[in-house]
């Protein structure tokens, strides 16, 4: 499929008066639509809650728009706790999917209500020691070992994964739980990611109706909820084709039907989990090229870098670029587009065909909405760039500022070492 940019060249040059690149920016019409289709595509499952995974896109405003949706959140550490709380996320819409947890972030959550999702059989003693007792609902994060395939050939290897706990111990864990007074559980998975198929869901929702099955037989209890966490992928190339959810929820629907109904378990509220899925293709970074450079192999250097968005570098991950002002151009050219680092992973293309580009040229990064800035760091002094927000009106606004060397040198404020910069 076409990869079509949701910004024009005049656009980005109209924001750059106010907001020099690079920046990320998320088209909120975008982002609406989706969710409102997620909620659509689920609405036969009358417990239905998506809890949006804050790590992937870590923004109060994001956060805020998703939750009117009924979206709640799903958290991962203290700071994403603290961030929902003021978003006024409370009680049952925060999930708390944690992996080797600091034990007062357990307490935590707990002070808010959140939904403790454990990863560990040998975590329910933490759980209780700081919050006095087991909370009243609890969720168990299940791993089936091995090997998970689906049939175009896409697998995942939960056997190699350090989250969650066999099936054997996640039925002793809920025994352990019952007789400590929990009275509400759930189960949840995350057994492959960015999964561009209408397969993964339905094949893991299956195997999860089928434990809860399990462990009915074994426990007499009745699973409450079935978080199918994160997972659907985007196409970020051009020739992958998009997850169709009305298909993905059709296919969860049967198994629901043909696991959880014939053995008379109902009213199963289904969660998720997604990040990539509920914002990626509704984010990209804009950057400007600002250096030409033949060598061995012919460069683009741009202002932007592995900072700003870091999947590239660390998972050799494809994000396709559109040089703005020239998407009908033919591809003439063939150039690395590389940001400053000291390091030569530090490449948002190798070897990728473009128009020719001028220095001075906008290049739209696609898809960098989720896992993009909330992965970005330091490094080399590099400061993390500004969010902004195409609204619905085709206004921009600022969600967060750009890092300044101020905010980078805020650390040392114990000592004067650094006050000529931080005056
Ligand atoms: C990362 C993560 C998600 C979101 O994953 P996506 O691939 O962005 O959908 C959901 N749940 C848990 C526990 C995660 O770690």
């Given at each position: 499929m076409q990869k079509i940019p949701f910004l024009t060249l005049e656009q980005v040059k109209e924001i750059v008066k106010t907001y020099p690149t690079p920046w990320h920016i998320y088209d909120e019409k975008g982002i609406r639509e989706n969710a409102k289709r997620l909620n659509e595509a689920f609405?036969?499952?009358?417990?239905f809650k998506e809890y949006f995974a804050v790590k992937a896109t870590p923004n109060p405003f994001i956060m805020n728009i998703l939750k009117e949706y009924g979206c709640g959140v799903d958290c991962s550490s203290m700071v994403e706790l603290e961030m929902s709380d003021a978003c006024g996320f409370s009680g049952k819409d925060i999930m708390f999917s944690s992996?080797?947890?600091?034990?007062e972030e357990f307490k935590f959550a707990n002070d808010l209500g959140a939904i403790i999702n454990l990863d560990?059989?040998?975590h329910i003693k933490y759980v209780e020691e700081v919050c006095g007792k087991l909370p009243k609902t609890m969720c168990a994060r299940y791993n089936p070992g091995g090997v998970f395939t689906m049939s175009n050939g896409i697998m995942d290897n939960p056997g190699d994964a350090k989250y969650g706990m066999t099936p054997d111990q996640l039925i002793e864990a809920f025994k352990i739980m019952q007789s400590k007074g929990v009275k509400h559980f759930g189960i949840h998975a995350f057994?492959?990611?960015?999964?561009?198929?209408?397969e993964y869901y339905p094949k893991l929702a299956r195997e999860l109706f089928e434990f809860a099955v399990r462990i009915k037989n074994e426990t007499?209890?009745?699973?409450e909820f079935i978080n199918l966490s994160?997972?659907?992928?985007?196409?970020?190339?051009?020739?992958s084709e998009p997850n169709d959810i009305f298909e993905i929820s059709n296919g969860v629907k049967k198994a629901y039907e043909e696991v959880l109904e014939a053995n008379a378990i109902m009213d199963v509220a289904i969660f998720t989990e997604l990040g990539r899925y509920m914002l990626a293709p509704y984010g990209a970074l804009i950057t400007e090229a600002i250096h030409e450079k033949n060598i061995y192999k012919h460069y683009i250097g741009v202002d932007a870098c592995a900072s700003n968005l870091m999947r590239p570098a660390m998972y050799g991950a494809y994000h396709h670029l559109t040089v703005l002002g020239k998407?009908?151009?033919?591809?003439?050219e063939v150039y690395d587009?590389?940001?400053?680092?000291?390091?030569?992973?530090?490449?948002?293309?190798?070897d990728r065909k473009l128009p020719k580009i001028e220095k001075g040229d906008y290049i739209y990064i696609h898809?960098?909405?989720?896992h993009g800035f909330a992965m970005g760091y330091n490094y080399n002094g590099k400061l993390r760039s500004a969010e902004l927000l195409l609204q619905e009106d085709g206004s921009v606004k600022m969600i967060r500022r750009a890092e300044t060397d101020k905010d980078y040198f805020?650390?040392?404020?114990?000592?004067?070492?650094m006050d000529k910069y931080l005056k």
């Open positions: 609405s036969w499952n009358k417990g992996n080797e947890t600091p034990i560990d059989i040998t057994l492959a990611s960015n999964t561009v198929t209408n007499a209890i009745n699973v994160g997972g659907i992928g985007i196409p970020y190339t051009p020739d998407e009908n151009e033919k591809a003439s587009v590389v940001g400053s680092l000291c390091e030569n992973n530090d490449k948002f293309a190798i898809d960098t909405g989720a805020a650390t040392f404020d114990f000592c004067n070492i």
